[in-house]
């Protein structure tokens, strides 16, 4: 086992060739990183031109393009360190490989985009929310990781967060204090994304040697200072804050995945598969 | 030639390089430069992205190349997005921020309140009678606002900050 010096910073990707175990529990994190914030980017996507108004289209879909970017940025760390091109490890990799928290591919709803979607926008709301809060946790722990180049990109990641945040509170408080359908409704999807919650706050098998590396911190702290911040917000709404999350339809960071999964990569890399050579 | 005036001559350059969503304001005025060097006609400009999933970041690094190479004793050009430090929406020089308002939008505000209200002038009429319509607005940098005094929509640029 490699000896771990509190101290120790990695600057550039060339330095990893020297700590494998260091680089693989990285590579681990990265995928983590990326494959949560591609998967829910798309899944936001499918949302266009059917939110509830046009001045949530126009933010969804901003909100959208920036987190595919976070993702994109993460995918090009991995570049960095030599795992592959990024856009091939967006398109390319099969469900077994992804390491997103199953809660983030669930379908929209029942239906489909180009006909008769009927999709949740409670579910939409109380999804993006919980999960914009649980990554906004770990981008502030990421300032500091010991893998400079993913804390630099935390630093910029967290400035866009700061509004995504901002947005989904609003619609989260709003609706859930409106009286009637509206609140029934997000009552059942905050149950609903509950019962799933856990798998976004784990960081899996290898978490602990993320920790020991200086990567991030624990998944105990981690999900400490989730529960810190939306406690104000569940008093507010007047709702109780489960103590426990569950993983009902399995651990995503173990590749454990959905068929929501599967066909969503089918869909969004039908175009890249046509001519994975095509300059864009 | 020397390399300093070289330097010189390639920033002048460079504020021609505008941003393609914004044609009044070039990359200099946004202060997306961050480091030139030349060594044998040989260029590095290190850039520093706006918005990360800003699709303008692309057609950015091949103005800046076509444009350079232009330049006589220019042969190669290299442009690198680079990650830190990070763009901040105070980097905007202040001729950049009268641009932006030449083109309708309103440069970032430089503060924002305790309780997040932000303070804009419509840069229409100059009135502080405005109101948030969108905080997100047609590209990822910008938002809308509504300027009651001249009726008027207007866009704002967000402002982006390490204090987030």
Redesign the interface.
Known sequence: MEGRDPTMKITKPEELQQHPEYKEVLVELLFQLADDDFILSYRGSEWLGLAPHIEEDIAFSSINQDTMGHAAMYYQLLEDIGIGKADDLAHQRPSSERRNAVLLEEVNGPGHYLSEPRYDWAFAVVRHYFYTQAKKVRIDSLKHSSYEPLAQVAVKINMELYYHLMHWRTWFIQLTNAQGEARERMKKAVAKVFEDFGGVLTLGVKGDRMVEFGLIESEKILKQRWVQAMKPVFAEVNLDLPSEFGMKRGNGRNGEHTADLDEAIMTLSEVYRLDPLATW | MDSNLAIEKIIETLDAVKDPEIDSVSVIDLGMVEDVQVQHGEVTVKLL?T????PALDIIRQRVEQTLLRLEGIERVTVEFI??P???SDRITEKGREKLKEFGIAPPPRQIDSN?EWHVECPYCHSSFTVI????????CRS?FYCKQCKNPFEVM?P???W?
Do not use: D, Q, V
């Not at chain 2, 918005?51 to 800003?54: L, T």
């Not at chain 2, 319509?133 to 990822?140: I, K, R, V, Y």
């Open positions: 992205p918005f990360i999933g800003c990650r830190h990070p763009w901040t997040g319509e969108n905080l997100f607005g047609p590209t990822a809308i967000k982006i900050s390490t987030m």
